[in-house]
């Protein structure tokens, strides 16, 4: 499975733990657990030394709670393009929780939507099935040079700087993004520094 | 009106841009109808029975004779020469090509206007009251509110995919002529005891399947708070309205079926959370935004004897005065509401020539700007008593002086069968019978301020669960039967009319509703509306009437 | 003897919407009286068949089968929906009241 991340095509380390027993798995695997799994095997995942969580759109965000300290990637998913709650839960991972790990969302997403998910808090997704990731990529970074600004404070936009430019305190200037803006191996990094720099 | 400034021009030709490469996409294959309907659908492109439809914004129903002169220039150029002003102050039309709808974009981009969200599970046109600025009953101006959210609104990042359509209504006044209780969100301006104007939040209101006034959550909203609470209200009801079913996907049933004390106590949470942060809106800002609705500078003026005189001498136009005009709050003044109802047409039509005969009256005589009502009419609301004669020979001359505001013959209709492919059965042609039946000008003064409110489909794009006579179509093995409703109201004593009995065939619609108006006529008291005497008197003389024999 | 289901295919050109009957030559046509008609379920799996083919070549959008009237003379639909669909909108005209009456 591809992965494009902040522009980029990676191949996907991450391995879904998807009903398996963990104490089956080498603890060097980046493993990917969705919310009940978490509850089911606690401490045994302490074992691992990169965990992910996966979220289905009726999963509340907040019973995340204090896990987030110990995960690097939170998965968000969209069953259909249209099922839009993936979007308020990144912007909440992000936002309320000050998640600064990858969000990563999965499942059935157009190419129009990239730029929605940038500006939300996502930083990475995975490419749909049979979909080329070069060309995803491209989009990832030519979408977010599509508008130089936006109405409304997102998790992307810089306040505007400039004050002889038009503008009024809730537009903001879009940042222009360039292409690998992310350093190469930076997906191996734990934390922090996989962030991109959020300003609001 | 709201002037755009280097941002908007850019952001209108850069969405505009986007579309045309999705439409290049759809037409080389790229993306399939599945891929491309999402897309075209927040551009107000519909495919409906005959061909594309397209949606265009007029923000808050508020346009300039420019614009007009524009939307006219579009109807004659890419189709055929007429256009259709909707429930939600915006205007169809009917007969666009796809691919001629990025050039239309482009055009519409020229002169600042745009079809963005005017479909689509996002956030559709914020309307408002159409006498904004104007009415002597105003406390402020509901535009300028309904413009700040229409930005923030605009391509939200988060509120792109909600579970289904969201609407949103604000009005300033006393009275309160924008149905704000039949609204996803309802705002509507108060006064608190400080003397400090805020807004009461009401949440849930909506027609359709399932029609029901709305609740209010917060009696009273500080203005600079407004948009972080609706980012709270619409981000609850993002995570938490219903996904698997189409028909309980609005906010209402969410509403109905969490409680309100628990939608409330949730919305409140989250909007402690972001309150006071990057949405508050600061005072500057709001100035921003109120100048550009200034009022024009009006001189009062005592009573005009020319006026009086032309009154006199012309029985039609005196007719017309009643009927079509409502009070300003600058002596001298008036409001005048443009009918696109004449009696035997298509409610809410006008022709690109009328379009421009607008325009042009809207020049000579009001400032030239222009409002649509979510009634389907038109609007000048800044009008001199002098003037008023003239305005109303040259709306004559535009076949476009009909005194039929708030009387039956002004009929709301949705296309309907004739156009929908959502309908059951047609609206339109039962509009034409019932308003030709009616037509005699005595009769319907006569009968007096009535509303009558026509859907094709449940989805009551018609409003028809709100008029005072409520029409329903439905199929019926495969023929066109019309239910009835009375009792519905969409001002400040917001009630969902009830079904007064079976529904009637397609012959015999305009029977029925002559038998309800005879029997109003009958057992009114002086003076008492038809709404008053529903109100007094219950259904059951109009059951009876209709159904008595059966 | 089962009543025999008459059929015809219909679908909006995509470029311009306009309605679209499929005739007996392959070619999209937007004359009703034209159109082929379907007389049994393997002629009418054909025609869907073909509509799809249109689908994928871009010609037309959201291709279905509706039923024709066995005993009219002429092609004529049996819905209200596709009387309207072949005459226009009827809205400001007579032109239901008189194709139904006919």
């Not at chain 2, 002169?111 to 159409?130: F, K, L, W, Y």
């Not at chain 2, 959370?273 to 990057?278: E, L, Y």
């Not at chain 2, 029925?512 to 008053?532: G, H, L, M, P, V």
Request: glycine share 8%; charged share 25%.
């Amino acid at each position: 499975m591809a992965i494009v991340k902040n522009g980029r095509v990676f191949d996907d380390p991450w391995q879904a733990l998807d009903g398996r027993d963990p104490a089956g798995i080498d603890p060097a695997t980046p493993l990917l657990v969705n919310l009940a799994e978490l509850g089911a095997h606690g401490g045994t995942l302490d074992r691992f030394s990169r965990i992910g969580v996966s979220l289905l759109p009726a999963d509340t965000v907040h019973d995340l709670g204090k896990t987030l300290e110990r995960v690097e990637l939170v998965a968000v998913t969209f069953p259909k393009f249209n099922d839009g709650r993936a979007f308020s839960q990144a912007r909440l991972i992000r936002e309320a929780l000050g998640f600064k790990g990858e969000i990563r969302a999965t499942g059935h997403i157009l190419r129009d939507q990239l730029n929605f998910l940038r500006r939300g808090g996502v930083d990475a997704i995975e490419v749909p099935e049979g979909a080329p990731a070069d060309s995803w990529a491209e989009a990832w970074t030519s979408e977010a040079n599509r508008f130089k600004g936006y109405y409304q404070p997102a998790l992307d936009n810089r306040k505007d700087e400039t004050p002889a430019r038009p503008s009024g305190p809730l537009r903001r200037w879009a940042k222009p993004a360039a292409v690998g803006s992310l350093a190469a191996g930076a997906l191996a990094v734990h934390g922090a520094s996989c962030a991109g720099a959020w300003a609001y | 009106m709201y002037a755009y400034d280097a941002f908007d021009h850019a952001f209108v030709r850069e969405r505009a841009n986007e579309f045309r490469e999705q439409v290049a996409r759809r037409i080389a294959g790229e993306l399939t109808e599945d891929e491309f309907k999402p897309l075209r659908l927040m551009n107000g492109l519909y495919l409906q029975l005959h061909a594309y439809m397209l949606r265009v914004a007029i923000p808050y129903g508020t346009l300039s004779s420019r614009q007009m002169r524009r939307l006219a220039h579009i109807a004659r150029r890419w189709d055929r020469g007429y256009g259709h002003f909707t429930t939600r102050q915006n205007i169809q039309f009917n007969w666009p090509k796809l691919v001629d709808t990025p050039d239309i974009l482009d055009s519409l981009a020229e002169v600042e206007m745009h079809a963005i969200q005017t479909s689509g599970n996002c956030i559709r046109n914020v309307t408002a009251d159409p006498f904004s600025g104007a009415a002597a009953d105003e406390i402020e101006d509901s535009r300028v509110w309904a413009e700040i959210i229409r930005q923030w609104a605009t391509l939200h990042p988060e509120f792109t995919f909600l579970p289904r359509k969201f609407k949103i209504a604000v009005t300033g006044a006393e009275s309160d002529r924008t149905a704000v209780k039949f609204h996803d969100i309802g705002l509507r301006m108060r006064r608190n005891t400080e003397g400090e104007t805020g807004f009461e939040v009401i949440v849930g209101g909506g027609q359709g399947r399932t029609p029901i006034v709305g609740t209010t959550i917060r009696a009273f909203l500080p203005k600079r708070h407004l948009l972080s609470y609706l980012e709270a209200v619409l981000r609850t009801y993002n995570l938490l309205g219903r996904r698997d079913n189409l028909y309980k996907a609005r906010i209402k049933i969410l509403l109905a079926e969490t409680g309100v004390e628990a939608f409330t106590e949730a919305v409140e949470a989250e909007w402690e959370r972001i309150r006071d942060g990057a949405l508050t809106l600061p005072e500057e800002e709001i100035r921003r935004i109120e100048a550009h609705f200034a009022p024009p500078l009006l001189a009062a003026a005592g009573p005009d004897p020319a006026h009086v005189a032309a009154k006199l001498e012309h029985r039609d136009f005196a007719a017309w005065c009643r009927s079509n005009l409502f009070p300003h709050r600058v002596p001298g003044h008036a409001i005048v509401t443009i009918s696109l109802k004449t009696p035997g047409g298509i409610p809410g039509d006008a022709t690109a020539a009328q379009m421009d005969a607008v325009a042009d009256l809207a020049d000579r005589f009001s400032h030239g700007e222009i409002r649509v009502t979510h009634e389907q009419n038109l609007v000048l609301a800044d009008v001199r008593e002098t003037d008023l004669f003239a305005l109303w020979q040259g709306l004559g001359e535009a076949g476009l002086a009909s005194a039929n505001i708030g009387l039956i013959s002004d009929i709301i209709a949705c296309p309907g069968l004739d156009y929908c492919n959502l309908a059951n059965a047609r609206a339109i042609p039962v509009a034409q019978r019932i308003s030709r039946h009616f037509s005699d000008p005595a009769l319907a003064e006569e009968i007096g301020p009535i509303t009558l409110n026509i859907s094709g489909c449940i989805n009551a794009c018609g409003h028809h669960h709100a008029g005072h006579i409520g029409i329903l179509g439905v199929d019926k093995h495969g023929e066109e039967f019309y239910q009835i409703t009375l009792g519905g109201a969409a001002d400040d004593d917001a009630a969902v009319g009830r079904i007064l009995g079976p529904s009637v065939p397609y012959d015999g619609v305009v029977e029925a509703i002559d038998t309800i108006i005879q029997t109003y006529r009958s057992i009114r008291e002086t003076d008492e509306r038809f709404i008053d005497t529903v109100r007094r008197t219950g259904i059951n003389p109009f059951k009876e009437a209709l159904y008595g024999d059966r | 003897m089962a009543k025999p289901k008459l059929q015809v295919l219909t679908a909006n050109r995509l470029s311009d919407g306009t309605v679209v009957y499929l005739d007996a030559h392959e070619h999209w046509v937007e004359d009703l009286a034209a159109a082929e008609v379907a007389r049994t379920e393997t002629d009418a799996g054909r025609l869907v068949r073909l509509g799809d083919a249109a689908v994928r070549d871009r010609l037309v959008v959201g291709p279905y089968l509706f039923a024709v009237d066995p005993k009219a003379d002429r092609i004529r639909p049996v819905s209200q929906r596709e009387h309207i669909r072949a005459l226009g909108p009827t809205a400001g005209t007579d032109l239901l009241d008189t194709h139904l009456g006919a």
